[in-house]
């Protein structure tokens, strides 16, 4: 409805209800203007019928819904189902053309626009949690392994000679197989134990950046959020490292954004030396399905290198579904979820050293770790050699899902690579333990709920051991050591 249909609505209805009529679609229009003008999220959470308006004017931009058009190429946005394009909103084009995801398409007006202010969304958010100097980014439709592999691949056209990438251990699959798929070797750095900690080994860093020659190494990849007892790497060293041998730095930064530690980390390390990238996931920081990761920089032309590394357009539905949440919560909604998750953490922190307590157990000191705990399962291991893994499998069969269960000595070979004391991030860790993480969005009963059954499983060993009985064996189809996903 524009002026013209407003007007000629007042010969059929009241020209002043017409007129209340066109305020209410005013002030749907004022938010969008605002946010075309700005480029950034919204205080204030917008409700769902100014977002459903929103992407319905984006729509209709696109060529494949305008009235009347004749479409004879191979990639017209048709779709058979009416289901999907409801799903999709309509939007079918996608992002970006063959030579770069960020580009605009000529038919698909709408589409283009969505990908524009959803990084332009992404960026300013990314600036409020912390990494206040960022200069670009983009929204790209791969989980986070991936997305590392497009930053190796990127590096490999300005850095032709090198075939090293530096990385400091940290035992998730994808961040190790990131580099293969990109064709280079890992050379993988132990990290040190200090007190309960695993901590990056700078001078290990530094030296075998020596013995490899500077010119033969990619980059060095680093990363913040991780499961305890490892902590964040020191980035604020390897960024200084990076810059004295003028060699990039690749962060992964998978869950990174909740954390206000993580992104001061960053912006640190950027302040004080070299960060080329930090890649974050968007699941795990805005609570949308798997399937998106941000790329994120302060170099603007290297952003836009990666950007246009990426081969053919690519899905929306990252963008889209980013896009509406953050709109949906506003700059406060999201804050709120951020002030929220720390609260947990120390809730989290506090009920489970009383538990532990209890058992004889303790909460691993791990004060660098603002999101991951761990909690000692020594004297478990000592009840029985399957108790450990005994206990995984019972959280995983009492639907607690997340909670990782490390033995000692586990063996895992990834890629030809074979990693000693595998899920613990060292060849030899003091003792077994048990992870909980407070991420974005748990709640007060998700924590009690999860003490509640673990302390059901902690109870059923005391029994057993009190009457001298050993561990049952465990099915062959319930044995896991984690009670969820363990890498990604």
Known sequence: ??????????RLVNAAYVRQGAQGRRAHELRLRA???QGKCPEDGWDESTIELFLHELAI?????FL????VGEREGRVASGMVARRHYRLIHGIGRSGDISAVQPKAAGSSLLNKL??????DIIKMAGVRTVTNCFVVPMATGMSLTLCFLTLRHKRPKAKYIIWSRIDQKSCFKSMITAGFEPVVIENVLEGDELRTDVKAVEAKIQDLGAENVLCVHSTTSCFAPRVPDRLEELAVICSNYDIPHIVNNAYGVQSSKCMH???QGARVGRIDAFIQSLDKNFMVPVGGAIIAGFNDSFIQDIS???PGRASASPSLDVLITLLSLGE???????KERKEMFSYLSSQLRKLAEVYNERLLNTPHNPISLAMSLENLDKHSDMAVTQLGSMLFTRQVSGARVVPLGSLQTVNNYTFKGFMSHTNNYPCAYLNAASAIGMKKQDVDLFLKRLDKCMKTFRKEKSNGKDVPEMDNCTKHTSAGETED
């Open 1 to 10: 409805m524009n002026v013209e249909n407003f007007g000629a609505s007042e």
């Open 35 to 37: 946010l075309l003008e």
């Open 61 to 65: 931009m696109d060529s494949n819904n």
């Open 68 to 71: 009347g058009n004749c479409g």
């Open 118 to 123: 959803t990084n332009s969304v992404v960026l």
């Open 265 to 267: 980390l960053i912006q």
């Open 308 to 310: 246009k590394m990426y």
């Open 332 to 338: 406060s909604g999201y804050r709120q979820l951020l």
